[in-house]
């Protein structure tokens, strides 16, 4: 077996050490000269072990001023613990804001999700999030027309909750579908979210669904170093026991 490399064993230690929190989120790590001394290696080596770890997302580097490491905290998007009577888990996360209203026709994914005919007519409302000033995800809700309007979903303001808005005309949420895959961003996701290299994005489509069709497809793009998806099964009395 070939020996690992001496640029990956130093990126391990490090990466080890920003997982166990010695080194803490938004902390600056030890000066290039002070990683050559500590770890008996060439600048060259430290370097690129350094890179390592920004390609990964785990630092960033800041010209004049040394290596930090990410000052994003994951939140937990519990994608299957129910948050209403009404619906289930209404919003991926807390602290979205309504920035786009558009009409577009359905786009064979989304045609096929919502079970209408490609090109037919969707309200999609488009909504950013973020975690402090850092981008966190963009997510595009995508309604077929004519369950919605005349309706709150039609307005360009926020809404408490779409899933109430439907069930008032008589579109009752009883089960979604969640589709999630991870992948690296495409150059506008990447700028839009403000990505490290190296960072991949989480994206997941969610379908819910009445009792007789599909109601809403959210379609949302997280980074993937600020989200943290967990499902949960059975009886877990134990788990959530203070």
Known sequence: MRAESRYRQI????RREIQDRALPPGGQLPSEKQL???FE??????????GMLRNQGLILSRPGRGHFVQNVVPETFYATRPTQSTGLNESALSGQTLE???LLSATPDIASRLRVPEGDM????RMYRFSGDVSGSISSAYYPMELVQGTALMMPEDVDSALEVLLEHGHRQVGCVDEVETRMPSPQEASQLELPPGV???NVHRTDYSEERPIRVVHTVYAGHSIRYQF???????YHRD
């Open 11 to 14: 990126a391990r230690v490090l």
């Open 200 to 202: 991949p994005v989480l």
């Open 36 to 38: 050559e001394e500590r």
């Open 100 to 102: 786009e209203l558009q």
């Open 41 to 50: 290696a060439s600048r060259n080596t430290v370097r690129l072990a350094l």
């Open 232 to 238: 949960e099964h059975g009886n877990l009395k134990a």
């Open 122 to 125: 969707t309200v999609v409302r």
